[in-house]
């Protein structure tokens, strides 16, 4: 009888230095389940000794949560470091902690975190704006195991003052100190780490409080002196330099730029209180060039009701500068008469970060913000075009400048749908590009499975692909949510000076040839696929082509199946877990389609694919030694999963008539996992794979679908050319939208979905009927590449 040694741990630690792992799987032991994120350790003496021993990779740890002492393989743990180990202690959901840990990139902002930091707050179900005033535990003792767990205090301002629960105690203890119901403590995973400010520190803390000491601040409209003649612009600092205070101003007269006048306090005054006396007579105010400039032009004054939150928008400044931005907030300010729009600029054009006269109505980084009348802004002209210029040039106004050096993780849960939801969000089309722009959303938007691509240092004379890709592409897509038309075909002419066909920038071409490409002759990366047949050679690729012969009875197979099939028929087996799995569906050319529904497999079972693992009887349940290719395609056992025996199964199912014929083949059961099975009970571990996207094709136009979360119907829809501005000198309009949807069709009964007309099925038929290539994940793989 296999039994599990309940023990405390105090008796196990013995006063010694704790070694800590996560589980990256969930693993059967005897009677329980210790599921993956689960945290577990041993002592450093015990380390020392198991390392000693190399012909086991089975050791003996102790689980967190309850001080179980459990045998386990070691290669399905994953080693933590002290620190993680503490900050991954303070997630009590253990699917939310492995999520942390495999992706990193949250992880890694949180230990770099500092007090005083900027953060978005994830709080009943609303996403709000904060201020980090404590890192560390809220209790003195730590926990048996020796960790400590980490908490943020963080002090909510803006729209989430009073949606807290404290001032900044806990327990009784004072941990920092702000408003009434406007602090809270929480693990860093509810927390979006937001860059922090590169002000000098001096200016930053010299600045007055809100008591407001000094009668300007940012943002403000001022008139100055410059050159013995009255100018007007507008306040981008306050600051005190050896004792005096100074106003960084930019002025009207040379638009919203980076040429800025440092003048001190006692020579400025605001604008509202200088006297019509003062009115230059060479230029009028901000507001009313816009106004006069439209009026001239005859357009209407009314508000256009086109406009709303989240539009995109032009905005043209003094002496026609343009700039493009995103409406964050609309409504009233002080002192405003006519309807105020709050824009998110897309370059550092802007006066503020989302805060007007010491009240913050939105929150943007930094020199990115910009309060202007809602009549003066111009409905969906990101790129104004004018005259018959062609759109690559006029379709990036600035967008040089949309590079991003910092390393940004991929958006996931509602943080991703705030980014990227609505139109001119994900990556511009251009001149048939969809099939790039597709394949880069599904690798990067929401993943970081293939993050590798951006990091690892690739040949010398390919450098400086990889920067495009990273800094021009992946990074603007997940902190902007968009990426403007040039930045692709900057990328599709360096790949056409790589690749073997000179029309790479201009004719469309497959995913599965662009992938080919970028990651094997320009990135140089290793195959992501390595499988065998029979006793061949083994073979590498990137993409795996899904071949097989029509099966009558599968109608509406699922991508599970087809993956089975085609393994079976080819004699292939997976000679290692692959990080990321490529599959191309079963079709004939781009028009022809061997089933007309396929089933989205949201996991994908690769246990019985792999060469020389350890398999589980399908009858039994014991390890199994035979695997019978005959009996899969046998109608009297199930329609999916491969057939194998154990001994004495195999010798009982194919002692009838029928199945005589059949030549078993035997499998290979590793020793080790056979005698930590006898020991301690060990079930046979399931290797699975979970999708993260989709690409789909329909009359030579690929659309993806990206799954943004952990829920059936957190899937989103990104199609590069939604839309389009103009005619041949316009542009096209990308747009990422919802599509809970889906949820509903995975969930019908197979032969219901059948019924289903592709026309009643909205976007979604775009994903069950039009699928071209799939993309799995192995989060635990991907640390080892």
Partial sequence: MNTVVMQSSHQILQGDKNIYYILTEDIPYGSKLFIAGSMCYLNEQTYLKQINLTFSNYWRFVMEEDGTVATMNVNNLQPLSDKKANF??????????????????????????????????????????????????????????????????????????????????????????????????????????????????????????????????????????????????????????????????????????????NIPLDSVVKEELLSPGFEIDSDCGLTEQLQRRRSDRGEDWEVRPALSVNSVVLIELDKGNPVTGTIRWIGCLPKMPQKMAGIELDDEKGVCDGEFEGVRYFTCPPKRGLFAALESCQPDMRFQCSGPRSLESVELRGSDAAVVQSSLPPLRDDMAMRVLQGRMRGIQGHCNSCYMDAALFSLFSCSSVLDSMLFKPPPPHNGHIQEILRDKIVNPLRQNGFVAAKSVMGLRHQLTEKGPCSSFATSEKDPEEFLNLIMHHVLGMEPLLKLQSGKLKEQDCYCYQIFMDKQEDLVVPSVQQLVEHSFLSSDLKLVEIPSCFILQMPRFGKEYKMFSKIVPSLELDITDLLLDGPRECFVCGGIATWECSACFKDRMFAHTGLKQYCDSCCAQAHSHYQRRSHRPTRLRVPEEFCRARRASGLQVPREKLELFAVLCIETSHYVSFVKYGPEMGHWMFFDSMADRHGDENGYNIPKVSPCPEVARYLEMPVAALAMEQPREMGVAKRLFCDAYMYMYQSKKMSLYR
């Fill in 88 to 261: 991954l202690s303070a997630i009590s959901n253990v699917h939310e902690r492995l999520d942390c840990f495999l992706d990193g990139h949250v992880l890694d902002a949180a230990m770099n975190a500092k007090p005083g930091q900027q953060v978005f707050v994830e709080c009943n179900q609303q996403t709000l704006f904060g201020i980090v005033r404590y890192i560390g535990q809220l209790s003195r003792n730590s926990l048996p195991s020796g960790l400590c767990p980490v908490y943020f205090g963080v002090e909510l301002q803006g729209d989430g003052e009073g949606k807290g629960c404290c001032d900044g105690t806990y327990n009784g203890t004072e941990y920092f100190t702000c408003k009434q119901n406007c602090g809270l403590f929480l693990p860093f995973n509810k927390l979006r780490f937001l860059p922090a400010l590169e002000d000098d520190e001096e200016k930053r803390e010299a600045k007055p409080d809100a008591a407001g000491a000094v009668p300007v601040k940012v943002g403000d409209a001022v008139g100055f002196y410059l050159d013995d003649h009255l100018t007007r612009g507008v306040a981008m600092d306050v600051y005190q330099e050896n004792g005096t205070w100074m106003v960084q101003v930019c002025p009207e007269e040379e638009g919203f730029t980076d040429l800025f006048r």
